[in-house]
């Protein structure tokens, strides 16, 4: 089989490679499709050495086909389509609290252990959600970012005709925006990228370049003067996490989507002034998944306006170079199995 090896400096190497014997509570997918995530950018940049073991397979967004089950396996059968819950809960921890998905010993597969930017990939067979018949496999693979979405918008505790900003029109902050207005929220999205923008106004949403325009003054006027019940931060910049805590309403709810790896400034006088509460969001749990199996699968959302490019494995090394070279494209699949 091939499989995709992160050589770090930024370089990728296909290598043939054989099956490895399944063990005990794993089942073996042929992957259909990989999507290329911002932390596999990370990765590719070489912000990740440090966890990455390099050479490592990389890649976590996955659809594939069961192929092969252990024989302590009962509940999967061969032919099942599905897609892949990345987690790996270790030794449990008092400090986590009883939540697995997040717990101190934690390894998240792709990252942590080998990933699915392969032919066939071994899982534990409890990663595995089914995919409905008629779903493609290419939305198959958009699952797992979009189960990040239903996390951050279950835990923003969204309720119909609230009000909701989402900073950063990227991947995962256009499917926030896509999943809180199949809530019957009202969704205002702030972007710098003009492309971006003009994807998400396709899309039919209120939109907004700060950089041209207040956005507490626009926040206002969309509101008519009662600001925002939900305000997501998906930029991970400065200038996002000023805007954050200018946005909400008296007793109104932040959530902290993207990862600021080093300390920024927070303007803590709002959440006193305000009220404001600060929800940190990772993610996502099993219920998510099958929240974002069920709304991929009415076809409510427009996944494939999302999908910026499909490209076979054998061009991953120009796909993530691409992504470096046009940080206005959306989501990049890579199909494992073309021929």
């Known amino acids: 089989m091939n499989a995709l090896y992160y050589t770090g400096n ?38 990740m050495d440090k966890r990455v073991q390099i050479p490592q397979v990389i890649g976590h967004e996955v659809s594939g086909e069961v192929i092969e089950i252990a024989s302590d396996v009962m509940d999967v059968r061969i032919g099942e389509r599905v897609a892949v819950r990345p987690l790996k809960p270790g030794t449990p921890d008092a400090s986590d609290n009883g939540y697995k998905h997040i717990g101190k010993n934690l390894k998240f597969i792709g990252i942590d252990t080998p990933g699915g930017m392969q032919s066939y990939w071994n899982v534990p067979a409890y990663t595995l959600h089914r995919l409905p018949a008629h779903l493609p496999l290419t939305l198959g693979a958009m699952i797992e970012p979009l189960a990040v979405a239903c996390h951050d918008v279950r835990l923003g505790e969204l309720q119909s005709g609230e009000n909701a900003v989402v900073i950063g029109g990227g991947p995962i902050g256009m499917l926030i925006a896509l999943v809180a207005r199949q ?30 325009n207040d956005l507490v003054t626009v926040v206002e006027q969309f509101t008519n003067g009662a600001m925002a019940d939900v305000v997501f931060e998906v930029s991970g910049v400065q200038a996002g996490v000023t805007a954050m805590t200018q946005l909400p309403r008296v007793r109104g709810r932040i959530v902290m989507v993207a990862i600021h790896s080093e300390p920024k400034a927070v303007d803590l006088f709002r959440f006193f002034w305000r009220e404001i509460k600060l929800i940190g969001a990772r993610v996502y749990e099993p219920e998510d998944f099958e929240a974002a199996i069920a709304l991929a699968a009415s ?28 940080p206005a494209g959306m989501k990049y699949l890579l199909e494992m199995n073309g021929q």
């Open 183 to 212: 809530k019957r929220v009202n969704v205002i999205i702030s972007e710098v990228n003009v492309t971006r923008l003009e994807l998400a106004k396709k899309l039919g949403f209120t939109v907004v370049n700060p950089k041209e």
């Open 10 to 47: 930024k370089n990728f190497e296909i290598k043939e490679t054989v099956l490895t014997p399944l063990q005990p509570g794993e089942v073996r997918l042929k992957v259909a499709y990989c999507g290329v995530c911002g932390t596999d950018v990370h990765i590719y940049h070489g912000n």
């Open 299 to 326: 076809g409510a959302l427009p996944l494939e306006a999302l999908i910026t490019q499909i490209a076979p494995l054998a061009e991953a090394q120009q796909v993530f170079e691409t992504i470096d070279n046009n």
